[in-house]
Antibody
Framework: QVQLVESGGGVVQPGRSLRLSCAASGFTFSTYAMHWVRQAPGKGLEWVAVISYDGSNQYYGDSVKGRFNISRDNSRNTLYLQMNSLRAEDTAVYYC???????????WGQGTPVTVSS | EIVMTQSPATLSVSPGERATLSCRASQSVGSNLAWYQQKPGQAPRLLIYGASTRVIGIPVRFSGSGFGTEFTLTISRLQSEDFVVYYCQPYNNWPPRYTFGQGTKLEIK
């Protein structure tokens, strides 16, 4: 069955960088667009970014545009999120999710927590 | 950007009763509306898409309705595991800019 496993979260100081990974299995990864969604402690869901099935197109939420970069390696069935210039407000659990354009997010990983604190 | 407003923020209902959750979009999304359920400490789970189509394996007590800007998630015969948080989401945006409603927490009355 579809499995998404995030990793790379942790505690990082403001202004520093962190890269998250999402390992996919159980489906043909290279044929699906993929997303990152985050959830701050006690808050709702916030969409972060999406990347097309072949990596040629990326779109970002306003709060992360210019600081975060979504990418993928279809040969490794892995999705990435490079997070730069991190701020305290980026503290959240980060989920990867599968969802083609014009479709809902039908599979989610378990999430990886990121804490930005000095 | 489409703004989604869910109401109420918290809904108190007794087990065995029916819960009705609302979601309003700031502009028409047609039938491209999904509902997610999130249990504490877990990732969200897709329940309904196309405003009214249940995902395989989701109990029939979950039903969705609506079109355009007004949507409803109805949960009949509430069971203990249903008392969690529900989010709505439109998914037909182009260019892709996804939003979620702020969530409705269903609590035991």
């Amino acid at each position: 069955q579809v499995q998404l496993v995030e990793s790379g979260g942790g505690v990082v100081q403001p202004g520093r960088s962190l890269r998250l990974s999402c390992a996919a299995s159980g489906f043909t990864f290279s044929t699906y667009a993929m997303h990152w969604v985050r959830q701050a402690p006690g808050k709702g869901l916030e969409w972060v970014a999406v990347i097309s099935y072949d990596g040629s197109n990326q779109y970002y939420g306003d709060s992360v545009k210019g600081r975060f970069n979504i990418s993928r390696d279809n040969s490794r069935n892995t999705l990435y999120l490079q997070m730069n210039s991190l701020r305290a407000e980026d503290t959240a659990v980060y989920y990867c999710a599968r969802g083609d354009y014009g479709n809902p997010f039908d599979s989610w990983g378990q999430g990886t927590p990121v804490t930005v604190s000095s | 950007e489409i703004v989604m407003t869910q109401s109420p923020a918290t809904l108190s209902v007794s087990p065995g009763e029916r819960a009705t959750l609302s979601c309003r979009a700031s502009q028409s999304v047609g039938s491209n509306l999904a509902w997610y359920q999130q249990k504490p400490g877990q990732a969200p789970r897709l329940l309904i898409y196309g405003a009214s189509t249940r995902v395989i394996g989701i109990p029939v007590r979950f039903s969705g309705s609506g079109f355009g800007t007004e949507f409803t998630l109805t949960i009949s015969r509430l069971q203990s595991e249903d008392f969690v948080v529900y989010y709505c989401q439109p998914y037909n945006n182009w260019p892709p800019r996804y939003t979620f409603g702020q969530g409705t927490k269903l609590e035991i009355k």
